[in-house]
T-cell receptor
Framework: GAGVSQSPSNKVTEKGKDVELRCDPI?????LYWYRQSLGQGLEFLIY????????KSGLPSDRFSAERTGGSVSTLTIQRTQQEDSAVYLC???????????????FGNGTRLTVT | RKEVEQDPGPFNVPEGATVAFNCTYS??????FFWYRQDCRKEPKLLMS???SGNEDGRFTAQLNRASQYISLLIRDSKLSDSATYLC?????????????FGQGTTLQVKP
C-alpha cells in the first residue's frame, strides 16, 4: 500500500518568502507528526495531531511556523517569512494510535529538503 | 536538559564486535520506548520496540532501566550493513498521547 507521501521533495526559497509543505499520511492512521532534521542532527519534534484532539504544538520554534490537518488526513506545514536557519529536512510521519497509546511504529515520508537562500 | 539524550558518537568498531548505545530520558512518566535506524539521507525506520523486561531480535537486544531512566541497544557480531545512525525515541506519556520525542542519534561505523 501507499506510504507517507510528502511534497515537494525539494524546495529552494528566498529569505522572507512563505513556504507550504504537504504531507499525505497512510490511510487510516490517526496520528500525524512533523519533525525537522538539520544536517547531522536528530529529529526535532515540531507538532503532533491525533484524531480530533487539539494538536500538540509545543515543538514549533516560533510563531512563523503553523500547521493544519484538514479532515483528519492531509497536513500542511507553513513557514512564514522564512529565515536561513529554517533550512533543514522536514519529515512527516503517521501512525495508528488507539486508546491514547502508540500502537504502531511511526512511518515516515521521504521528507522535504528546504533550502532558504 | 533535553528530554531525550544520546551520545552522538561516532562509534567506530570492527566487524564482529559487540557495541552498545545508551539513551537517557528525563520524564519518569515516559511509557513507550523505541529504537529507530536511519541510513544516510534516508528516513528513519523502526528497528525495535523496547519492552520492560528487555527484548531480543536476532543480534539486537534492547533493555529498559526505569530506575536510572535509560534504554540501551546492544548489537552483537556487528556487520558492515549495521553502519547507520541509531535514534532512540520516547513517548513522554503525559496525557496519554502518541507523541514521540527522538534523541539526536548515535552514529555507528562498522569497519572491515
Amino acid at each position: 500500500g501507499a506510504g507517507v507521501s510528502q511534497s515537494p521533495s525539494n524546495k529552494v526559497t528566498e529569505k522572507g518568502k512563505d513556504v507550504e509543505l504537504r504531507c499525505d499520511p497512510i490511510s487510516g492512521h490517526t496520528a500525524l507528526y512533523w519533525y525537522r532534521q538539520s544536517l547531522g542532527q536528530g529529529l526535532e519534534f515540531l507538532i503532533y495531531f491525533q484524531g480530533n484532539s487539539a494538536p500538540d504544538k509545543s515543538g514549533l520554534p516560533s510563531d512563523r511556523f503553523s500547521a493544519e490537518r484538514t479532515g483528519g488526513s492531509v497536513s500542511t506545514l507553513t513557514i512564514q517569512r522564512t529565515q536561513q536557519e529554517d533550512s533543514a529536512v522536514y519529515l512527516c510521519a503517521s501512525s495508528l494510535v488507539k486508546g491514547g497509546a502508540l500502537n504502531s511504529p511511526l512511518h515516515f515520508g521521504n521528507g522535504t529538503r528546504l533550502t532558504v537562500t | 536538559r533535553k528530554e531525550v539524550e544520546q551520545d552522538p558518537g561516532p562509534f567506530n568498531v570492527p566487524e564482529g564486535a559487540t557495541v552498545a548505545f545508551n539513551c537517557t530520558y528525563s520524564n519518569s512518566a515516559s511509557q513507550s520506548f523505541f529504537w529507530y535506524r536511519q541510513d544516510c539521507r534516508k528516513e528513519p525506520k523502526l528497528l525495535m520496540s523496547v519492552y520492560s523486561s528487555g527484548n531480543e531480535d536476532g543480534r539486537f537486544t534492547a533493555q529498559l532501566n526505569r530506575a536510572s531512566q535509560y534504554i540501551s541497544l546492544l548489537i552483537r557480531d556487528s556487520k558492515l550493513s549495521d553502519s547507520a545512525t541509531y535514534l532512540c525515541a520516547v513517548n513522554p506519556g503525559s496525557g496519554n498521547t502518541g507523541k514521540l520525542i527522538f534523541g539526536q542519534g548515535t552514529t555507528l561505523q562498522v569497519k572491515p
